[in-house]
């Protein structure tokens, strides 16, 4: 019995009977290796205690290999390995800091104490503090292990509200066939394009094939899913149509697609509203902190008094280093905090990943059209060039910027000139597919209006693709002997014909290589396989790729303000920089002010090539984050690599040129 079954039978027949079993098939679960074991034997017992009920609860939303007890004593393995790396160094900080504060205590407190602190052993108070702080690790880390599956369940939830409408759009095409309840479920879930929900429907399957009923299998999965919004009620009411017949189930399915699509419709507002809460605030954040570290700097340098240095353990620190290599962490990671907020609220099917070839030859060969194989391609150049720079006497800071550039400039130029190219790829396959519904909508089989789109259509980047598509499936018709489905109904006889088909449908979409491909030609082969009707199949697909492809193109209409704000941000904070820079921080200029007026007071502790290179600093660092927020604004994270990167160079290459630094 698998951890996942386990915990779905908790409910029905109780939490001490889940113990049981657990303890009956821990064997046989996966927990096999001798840690697993003991660990098992020493904190299963926790699992029953109360204040894990919701810990289990939210268990079961998740999709963990193994059972709850056997997660829950790992947590408790480790909450004790932590609590013994604290207590150690943490006895021994007590053991040489209690004695001169227990002695501090008592010289300013004497005998106004209600405890007298001379009689205290220090000894015995660096063991308290010591095994407080253990004890305090190894609560922390049974809490963090609760927490840790809250934000499995959260994320879960993310990935199943954001798979279900169109899992719900390809169980409607299966409908219009002959496939029964079961076998429609079966096909949704086989198809990883799915992910949560497809996930979630084979976990019901799962519990069917032990219940012996699929009603029972969607009931438990509906109980225990974290997506108690969408996914339950779906499966809930998939349960009770599907028992009433074909055509209510088809109509349910019919229903339940248009009411999605009007939520996605109403959530890419609300992103799009907070979207622009979020560049308001980063602005903000972004802008405010590096002008107040600038008019700092420009203010202690007239009047030094205004923050004196300051004595810490590693000697004497002038207190505006700290303030401005503070505001530089501070800035670096608001920038991130920014890209993987706007990367957040982009659709999931606009984001767009590239697998890294499996062999190099391979990653050469791709080096100039797979991002992922050009930075594996550019690290170790970029590398180079950072020693090569070290050793010509660069900063470290112009080091590393150097080498950020070198490494993120040609990665983003191999993305955008990738991006350019899915573009044109998905403008021509909504044309395709638009032609070829039009030839089965007139009765044509579906390989010979490929085959006339092919002959007739000119569709740029996707000839070649098509071509071959068209030869796959013209061979598929000459050797299956069924001659292809109609335009009016018919279906292709099951056989070797319609695998065939249905590889060459997935070599296409691999080809083309893009998320609308993947996301909509998928649909095809299932639903005539089906049985379903190939006009109607076609007339779908052709709506859905139309309507995806125009939210692709209004998404990223919309996002080209952000970008604007971001490199305005950028560019704010650069004039900004270099009119200080040239304007205040002058050794001329402020021993003429220090002659003229008081208010330059100490004019020979001021270095001027100092502040201006921590000014830059500044700069870069605004750079690094405005880089960062448009590029992920734009494109994604490649995008980002890009954007940053050349903005780092031009800073660069401004500032020294024009000798602000």
């Known amino acids: ?58 268990y079961r939303g998740t999709t963990l290999d193994t059972g709850f007890e056997t997660y829950l004593s790992r947590v408790y393995g480790l909450s004790w390995i932590l609590c013994v790396a604290v207590i150690i160094p943490a006895l021994l900080v007590a053991a040489s800091t209690v004695p001169g504060l227990l002695a501090a205590v008592d010289a300013r407190l004497g005998a106004r104490s209600p405890v007298p602190i001379a009689s205290l052993s220090p000894e015995r108070v660096a063991v308290v503090v010591a095994g407080l702080a253990g004890f305090l690790a190894k609560r922390a880390t049974v809490r963090l292990g609760g927490l840790h599956l809250r934000w499995l369940t959260a ?184 890209a993987v907020a706007v990367g957040t609220l982009r659709p999931p099917n606009q984001r767009a990943s590239y697998d890294l070839p499996a062999t190099p030859r391979e990653i050469l060969a791709s080096v100039g059209r797979n991002p992922a194989s050009a930075a594996v391609v550019c690290a170790p150049p970029a590398a180079l060039l950072a020693v090569g720079l070290a050793f010509e006497g660069y900063t470290l800071v112009n080091v590393g910027l150097l080498s950020y550039a070198a ?16 573009d044109a790829k998905d403008r021509e396959l909504a044309d395709f597919v638009h032609a070829v519904s039009g030839h089965v909508a007139q009765g044509r089989p579906f390989p010979a209006a490929v085959e006339a ?49 249905a590889a060459a449908i997935d070599r296409f979409v691999d080809r083309v290589g893009t998320p609308l491909a993947e996301g909509t030609l998928g649909l095809v082969t299932d639903a005539l396989n089906a049985g379903s009707d190939a006009d109607a199949v076609f007339e779908t697909l052709r709506i859905e790729v139309g309507r995806l492809y125009s939210e692709q193109r209004a998404l990223r209409s919309s996002m080209h303000p952000y970008v604007a704000v971001g490199w305005a941000a950028a560019a704010l904070v650069a004039a900004v920089v270099a009119v200080v820079n ?62 940053s990167g050349l903005l780092v160079a031009i800073c660069y290459a401004v500032f020294t040129t024009g000798g602000l630094v």
Do not use: C
């Not at 438990?220 to 998939?238: G, H, I, N, Y």
């Open 155 to 338: 994320t879960r939830r993310t990935d199943i509200e954001r798979t279900l409408p169109p899992a719900v759009r390809y169980l409607e095409l299966l409908a219009a066939g002959s496939d029964g309840p079961r076998e429609m479920v079966e096909k949704a879930a086989a198809n990883d394009a799915y992910g949560g929900t497809a996930a979630s429907l084979r976990k019901a399957l799962n519990a069917a094939r032990l219940a012996g009923s699929l009603d029972e299998g969607l009931r438990r999965v509906a109980r225990d899913t974290p997506s108690r919004e969408l996914l339950a009620p779906f499966l809930l009411k998939f349960r009770k149509y599907a028992a009433t017949g074909d055509a209510a189930l088809a109509e349910y399915l019919r229903t339940e697609r248009r009411m999605l699509a009007h939520r996605q419709d109403r959530a890419r507002k609300r992103a799009r509203r907070f979207l622009e809460l979020l560049t308001e605030l980063f602005v903000v954040v972004l802008v405010l902190p590096a002008l107040l570290v600038i008019a700092a700097t420009a203010l202690t340098v007239v009047v030094p008094e205004l923050l004196p240095p300051v004595d810490t353990p590693v000697g004497v620190v002038p207190t505006r280093a700290v303030v401005l290599y503070g505001a530089v962490a501070f800035l670096v990671a608001i920038g991130l905090v920014g």
């Open 582 to 643: 040239t304007q205040v921080i002058d050794a001329a200029r402020l021993a003429d002010l220090a002659g003229a007026t008081d208010l330059v007071t100490e004019p020979e502790t001021v270095l001027p090539d100092l502040e201006r290179f921590r000014l830059y600093v500044v700069t870069q660092a605004t750079m690094l984050a405005s880089g960062w927020f448009a590029g992920t604004a734009s494109r994604g994270r490649y995008a980002a690599l890009f954007h």
């Open 453 to 501: 789109v092919a002959r007739d259509a000119d569709l740029g980047v996707l000839d070649d693709d098509v071509a071959d598509l068209a030869f796959a499936l013209r061979s598929t018709t000459a050797t299956g002997g069924t001659g292809g489905v109609g335009g009016a109904g018919g279906a292709e006889a099951p056989g070797a014909s319609t695998d065939v088909r």
């Open 407 to 422: 490494f993120a400039l040609p990665v983003g130029a191999v993305a955008g000139r990738r991006t350019r190219i899915d």
């Open 1 to 58: 019995m698998s951890g996942k079954t386990r915990t779905e039978t908790d409910a029905a027949g109780g939490r001490h009977a889940l113990d049981a079993a657990e303890a009956d098939g821990f064997a046989r679960a996966g927990g096999s290796s001798v840690a697993d074991r003991v660990l098992y034997a020493l904190f299963a017992r926790h699992a029953s205690d109360r204040r894990h009920d919701a810990d289990r609860k939210r």
